[in-house]
């Protein structure tokens, strides 16, 4: 399973900074790809924002975050991070985290097999 380490909410101003984290434990986080997900107010599907291959070399953003979120991983501790900057009005959303074994489409939620409980960011004046 995944565990967020924050699973409260979180609230934010326009142009701040936050990180996510979550931890894994039960399935073999290390050769596992990782990925962020959020899913906004208004929308009714989760938007794929960060993904990250087992080793942390290889890492893929959506066109709404990349320059302002890095994806990482500590595997000897089973963590999975997300550092967000310059934080937008639109980044408000639910955020999860995500691990997959055999990743063909990092972009499509139906693919991964364990998943966070998801973590609530606003962004608010």
């Known amino acids: 399973q995944l565990q967020p380490d924050e699973s409260w909410g979180v609230l934010v101003q326009p142009g701040g900074s936050l990180r996510l984290s979550c931890t894994a434990s039960?399935?073999?986080?290390?050769?596992?790809?990782i990925a962020w997900f959020r899913q906004a107010p208004v929308k009714n599907y989760c938007e794929a924002v960060a993904?990250?291959?087992?080793?942390?070399?290889?890492?893929r953003y959506s066109d709404t975050v990349n320059g302002r979120f890095t994806i990482s991983r500590d595997n000897p501790k089973y963590t999975a991070y997300l550092e967000m900057n310059n934080l937008k009005l639109e980044d408000t959303g639910v955020y999860y985290c995500?691990?997959?074994?055999?990743?063909?489409?990092?972009?499509?939620?139906?693919?991964?097999?364990?998943w966070g409980q998801g973590t609530q960011v606003t962004v608010s004046a």
């Open positions: 993904n990250c291959a087992s080793t942390g070399y290889y890492k």
């Open positions: 995500a691990a997959d074994a055999l990743l063909n489409n990092w972009r499509s939620a139906g693919e991964y097999d364990f």
């Open positions: 039960g399935f073999g986080f290390a050769y596992f790809s």
